[in-house]
């Protein structure tokens, strides 16, 4: 059973920026695409960031683009994503995922492309 628990939202302001962190059980992030989505309240979950299991292959929203940045550690088997330039539209519980198949060459961008999820972590950005 593979486990996944974020951690590293909070509440800040705009402009500011946070680390959210993803930790994996098993040998999960080495051979399977991770991602990041969101969901805000009243509305659907949505992608964020993907990478694949090599990490040579990133690729992000388009409301995020230039902003956020996904990457992971294997020997930590942790999934990170880095928020910049915060906005309160970025107000949302985020959501790791892992992906369905093994050694993708690109990270898919649907919630069916992912079959294990965490908990989320509330991240809050005030204006």
């Known amino acids: 059973q593979v486990q996944l628990e974020e951690s590293g939202g909070g509440l800040v302001q705009a402009g500011d920026s946070l680390r959210l962190s993803c930790a994996a059980s098993g040998r999960t992030v080495s051979s399977y695409s991770m991602a990041w989505f969101r969901q805000a309240p009243g509305k659907e979950r949505e992608f964020v960031a993907g990478?694949?299991?090599?990490?040579?292959?990133?690729n992000y929203a388009d409301s995020v683009k230039g902003r956020f940045t996904i990457s992971k550690d294997n020997a930590k088997n942790t999934v990170y994503l880095q928020l910049n330039s915060l906005k309160p539209e970025d107000t949302a519980v985020y959501y790791c995922a892992r992906s369905r198949l093994a050694y993708e060459l690109r990270s898919g961008r649907t919630e069916y492309d992912y079959d294990y999820w965490g908990q989320g972590t509330q991240v809050t950005v005030s204006s």
């Open positions: 990478i694949t299991w090599s990490g040579g292959s990133t």
